[in-house]
């Protein structure tokens, strides 16, 4: 099942991203007017000019105002100016429990003020607090073409009316559509879509989650509290199901390692975590393998495979490796991440349909081919209902099914023909990426 759900505004936040089809790229033509707007091509500028015709002009006489010359205003006040568009008179805006915040409110409600043009319709200082409040407890974080990376947030108005559970019946997905084909009949506009996960009930409340269930429940509790203001009373709440998973210790032939270590090395974790998120931050990619490694090896020793600060390492490793080109190493933290995954999310969660798909390509790239091609099967019979068959990142999946594929059938009739066809396949790749390089640099150097 699928609707589709009328977008108020995605607001993007990059200028690596096209803010009409959220494709992420190094090169892509600047708006001439405002110089904030990116496009991927004449295209793309087209397909997304009814958006951004409305504030292309706010945008430009933004920058030009005081303290914010050279400026644009955030993605809250541009998405609250967009807010005029529609009615959201009818959601909450929490602000009386938001006190926390007022000094960044006061800050959203005198940067929109500016923004907000002059020979508009004007507005009270009541009604801006609203529009800020709803956007706080209903955005919705908006990802770039390929599902990787946040590039914004957005509003609707209709999604809004699906209430919560941690263990949900649908899931969301935004969808950017065919944005290649503006002209043609296979043209499909950008949509935000309800999937359902599975058979619905006649009767049976529809909902979705607002947090990752790869949380405790007492962090998804605060989480929900603290965004959301209200206090989870589903099952899994109430029965604090799969907490044991994700904080568990390791059993070794039928006994489980002793709590006080499983806490000592959970402490630990966390200390090594935080170590390894600055590191990240900063871009030494080099010390975050090292803490990685460091980390898990006092941790798979100790830790059950489904423990969140394990697969939190898992996950961090495989991605770092994999961009360092350690492929044979990522490739086996990327499967130990989904056996983990596997065991707490929901059967078609689209977090473990991504997971497994990078694992799918991390043994493809190993040249574990047939392992590679299990996963990416199996990825794609998850993805196909967290994402529907038309999604970008599905079609990319279809057809990187269909070369795994082939290349097995290839390996079964003749391994030593296929090893040496993608070895020479794989020292073009790098060959490549290579000259790319040179390139990229003999510019700078210009």
């Given amino acids: 099942m699928c609707h589709s759900l009328p977008c108020l505004y995605l607001s993007s936040l990059s200028e690596k991203i096209c803010h009409s089809c959220f494709r992420r790229q190094e090169k892509l033509q600047r708006c001439g007017q405002c110089k904030f707007a990116h496009y991927c091509d004449r295209t793309c500028q087209i397909a997304g000019w009814k958006e951004h015709k409305v504030e292309c002009g706010a945008i430009k006489a933004f920058g030009n105002i005081g303290d914010n010359i050279g400026k644009t205003p955030n993605e809250n006040i541009r998405l609250a100016a967009h807010t005029q568009l529609t009615t959201i008179d009818d959601l909450e805006d929490h602000i009386s429990e938001c006190q926390d915040d007022l000094k960044d409110l006061k800050v959203d409600i005198h940067n929109f003020l500016d923004y907000w043009p002059r020979y508009s319709k004007q507005h009270r200082v009541d009604d801006i607090s ?60 950008m949509r935000i879509e309800l999937r359902a996960l599975g058979k619905i009930e006649v009767g049976e409340e529809v909902t979705v989650s607002y947090v990752d269930f790869l949380n405790v429940t007492e962090d998804r509790q605060k989480q929900l509290k603290m965004q959301y203001f209200f206090d989870c009373t589903c099952e899994h709440c109430k029965g604090h199901i799969k907490d044991d998973l994700k904080m568990g210790g390791k059993v070794v032939d039928g006994i489980k390692v002793p709590d006080e270590l499983v806490n000592e090395v959970t402490e630990y974790s966390r200390e090594m975590l935080q170590k390894m998120e600055k590191a990240r931050l900063d871009g030494n990619y080099h010390e975050v393998i090292k803490i990685c490694r460091e980390c898990i090896e006092k941790q798979e020793p100790v ?22 080109q350690f492929i044979d190493e990522a490739a086996d933290y990327t499967r130990k991440m989904v056996d983990g995954y596997s065991k707490i999310y929901h059967p078609h969660n689209a977090s ?95």
């Avoid at 709803?134 to 390929?146: A, K, L, P, Y």
């Avoid at 996950?315 to 770092?320: L, P």
């Avoid at 991390?362 to 199996?378: L, N, S, T």
């Avoid at 990825?379 to 967290?386: G, K, M, R």
């Fill in 130 to 189: 609203h529009i800020f409040g709803v956007i706080n407890c209903n955005g919705f974080t908006v990802s770039d073409q390929r599902g990787l990376n946040a590039v914004g947030v957005g509003l609707f108005p209709n999604l809004c009316l699906v209430n919560h559970d941690c263990w949900p019946n649908c899931t969301v997905v935004l969808n950017h559509g065919n944005q290649s084909a503006v002209n043609t009949m296979y043209h499909s506009q």
């Fill in 303 to 324: 830790l059950a495979d489904t423990h969140i600060y394990l697969l939190r390492m898992w996950s961090t490793a495989s991605e770092v490796l994999a961009y360092l």
């Fill in 352 to 446: 473990l349909g991504m997971a497994t798909m990078r694992a799918g390509v991390a043994h493809w790239q190993a040249g574990k081919i047939e392992v590679g091609h299990g996963m990416i099967c199996k990825a794609y019979s998850i993805l196909q209902i967290t994402h529907g068959p038309t999604h970008p990142i599905t079609k990319d999946l279809e057809a990187m099914r269909m070369q795994t594929e082939m290349e097995l059938r290839m390996f079964k009739q003749n391994e030593m023909i296929y090893q040496s066809m993608r070895e020479a396949f794989l020292i073009h790749i790098s060959n490549e990426k290579l000259l790319l390089r040179s390139k990229v640099n003999n510019m700078h150097m210009q």
